[in-house]
């Protein structure tokens, strides 16, 4: 009896012992914690579509943090608001050894609003552990479960997680219970291989052993890098409202309907006073700009997540008179203005930020922004309507270049915004640089900059002086010895461009050696970073936003002094742009120097990348290049 008993002990304790070896950080492969931060051990996703208006979701995540990079990837945080509600939540803290440190439940997360800051109204909620680890490796095993009375959204599935994080094993099980169909799209597959099972009403995917992947620089955004599955009904409820998203006509169709018919009136006061701004204008486009100039002029922005006002917009006459609204009020604010003077327009939904488009091949519900397009016989005009300084038509970098969804009352329809190309996007330096006897240099800079390089730059026109200044020795921190003395910036939103003038001293700039002074040409718009070398890059690249830099500098010589030498012109041309610069000796006491360059932006794949770092390579050697003057009489 003795023996049984010690036997049942022994046996006891191994199944201890075994379990904690599950998570024992020492046992996780070698292969997986290369390049990573945390290791997933597992991921189990479990979605049951009860009805088209209840799903529940029951996740299990165990995570190894094997240092501090890695805390990030605890991701210990359920989201909830009035319609989801947390049925079960638990966080298990184990060492490295797999030890129990510290059992969390419920009643230890931290509860608080899901939005920082003052500009939303919303009733989201997120639930999240606090934990501040001791040692490195640590182990969290998080536990969830969640009654959501929406099915709108689906929550996707992502067999890797984020940069320098392996995954030992993932799953997602999705359990449709309804009469409706679901429907299911993967991305960039090829990245992992990963199993599907697609059922009658359940899909299963699955996948394993997948390495760290190191960030690399200028890879593209993580949705166009990394493989996620999204699964979605055709038929579905959200925050009540019954959808549909069979394709993108009837998805359209719904919005139109259920989300914004009845939203666009208008007191009549508000449409007169229009009106009347409007009586001896007779271009439609014109017509357009004043509306758009009226909105900004009456309105802010101000969030609104409350329910469904997540998806629809509060009403045209609710902005109106608070004055204030979100994209989606804001939009639906100025389209009904267009509508009380006879202009048809459409709201848009957009993925803002990031370029990423809205899939035009599987029709769901997308997006994180809205804006307005309005149809002309000759061309779209686009409208950002949530921002109070954004020049008429011009999207910047915000919404450019992605395709988006555009309802009318026929239905969904995908159009593309504007592409702003190397040819829009500009920026002019000329400068008048006079070189004083003592080495001192005294010059005028004009800058010009149009297109998304305006875009860039216009927050310039709103600052304080003294942060203006702070802005230009930050800019030309390579100058020794650099004082503004004057500055000058000017918006002019008719054309899109940003004017800046700026007079200024170099104390140090000029080198002396013995008799001779040396001299960079390119004072003002250096390429002065190179791309970190790979020796076996994994990932492909991007190379910004297209643009082209002219830059003509003029160099005015002491009294008594002469070029000794001038370098020869330069030109290289490759697939991602063009560089040429060049020199001309005026009178013997004026240099002009001339600088072209043009950058194509876009993808590559990794193999090009040895090719791009060559090009910007030989463009910062040349932006390097110096003139020497002498006494002229030696």
């Known amino acids: 009896m003795i023996k049984k008993l010690i036997l049942l002990i022994f046996i006891a304790g191994m199944q201890i012992v075994f379990s904690q070896e599950d998570y024992n950080a020492f046992s996780i492969p070698i292969e997986l914690k290369k390049n990573a931060n945390a290791v997933v051990r597992e991921s189990n996703t479990l979605i049951e579509l009860n009805s088209l208006k209840e799903m529940v979701i029951t996740e299990r995540r165990v995570v190894t943090i094997l240092n501090r990079f890695g805390d990030k990837h605890s991701d210990t ?19 490295a050894s797999g030890n129990e440190i510290k059992k969390n439940k419920s009643s230890d997360f931290k509860d608080v609003s899901a939005v920082t ?8 909620r997120v639930k999240y552990l606090d934990y501040k680890p001791i040692s490195y490796p640590y182990t969290i095993v998080f536990e969830c479960k969640i009654k959501e009375k929406s099915t709108a959204f689906i929550k996707s ?19 449709n219970h309804t009469t409706s169909e679901h429907k ?48 979605a009904m055709e038929d579905f409820f959200l925050k009540g409202v019954k959808g549909n998203s069979k394709d993108w006509k009837s998805f359209g169709l719904w919005q139109f309907n259920d989300l914004l018919t009845d939203r666009d009136e208008l007191e009549d006061e508000t449409v007169t006073e229009l009106s009347e701004l409007l009586v001896n204008v007779s271009s439609k486009k014109e ?28 009403t045209a006459r609710e902005v109106d008179k608070v004055k204030y609204g979100d994209c989606k009020g804001l939009t639906n604010y100025t389209k009904a203005l267009l509508k009380s003077q006879g202009i048809e327009s459409y709201y848009t939904i957009v993925y803002a930020g ?17 804006i307005l397009n309005v149809p002309l016989e000759e061309e779209d005009v686009w409208l950002e309507c949530t921002s109070q300084t954004m020049p008429f038509n011009f999207l910047g970098d915000f919404t450019d270049d992605r395709d988006v969804l555009v309802v009318t009352p026929n239905g969904g329809v995908i159009k593309h915004t504007p592409v702003y190309g190397e040819e829009m996007n500009t920026l002019t330096t ?9 080495g001192r240099v005294k010059a005028v800079v004009d800058l010009k900059s149009k297109g998304l390089q305006y875009d860039e730059r216009v927050y310039l026109a709103s600052l304080s002086e003294e942060k203006k200044e702070l802005v230009y020795l930050d800019r030309w921190g390579c100058l020794n010895g650099l004082k503004i003395e004057k500055i000058e910036v000017n918006e002019d939103k008719n054309i899109i461009e940003l004017r800046e003038k700026v007079s200024l001293v170099v104390e140090n700039y000029v080198t002396k050696i013995g008799e001779k002074y040396l001299i960079q040409f390119n004072m003002f718009n250096r390429q002065t970073s190179l791309p970190l070398t790979y020796e076996d890059r994994s990932l492909p690249f991007k190379t910004g936003m297209s643009f082209k830099d002219f830059d003509v500098y003029e160099f005015q010589l002491p009294l008594g002094m002469k070029v000794d030498s001038l370098p020869g012109d330069f030109m290289v041309e490759s697939e991602f742009g063009t560089y040429e610069i060049s020199f001309e000796l005026n009178n013997d006491n004026r240099i002009l120097y001339k600088r072209e360059l043009m950058i194509k932006g876009g993808g590559y794949s990794s193999i090009k990348y040895a090719e791009y770092r060559s090009f910007i390579k030989k463009i910062k050697k040349k932006d390097k290049l110096k003139f020497v003057i002498k006494n002229s009489k030696i």
């Open 77 to 95: 945080r359920a989201y909830y608001d009035d319609s989801n509600k947390i049925l079960k939540i638990s966080a298990l803290i184990l060492d």
């Open 184 to 231: 299911y799209k993967s991305y960039n597959s090829s990245f992992v291989d990963f199993k599907i099972t697609n059922e009658e009403n359940r899909l299963i995917f699955k996948t394993e052993n997948l390495k760290a992947v190191e960030q690399e620089e200028r890879s593209p955004s993580f949705n166009e890098v990394f493989p996620r599955v999204v699964v």
């Open 430 to 438: 000329s400068a008048k640089i006079v070189i004083e006897p003592n």
């Open 157 to 175: 599935w992502y067999p890797v997680e984020g940069y320098y994080v392996s995954v030992e094993k993932s799953s997602y099980e999705f359990i």
């Open 117 to 124: 800051g003052g500009q939303m109204y919303t009733n989201n």
């Open 354 to 370: 990031a370029k990423r488009d809205i899939d035009n091949q599987f029709s769901s519900l997308q997006g994180n922004h809205v």
């Open 287 to 314: 017509k357009i700009k004043i509306v758009y100039n009226y909105m900004q002029d009456r309105t802010r922005y101000v969030g609104v997540q409350l329910g469904i006002g997540g998806w629809q917009p509060i």
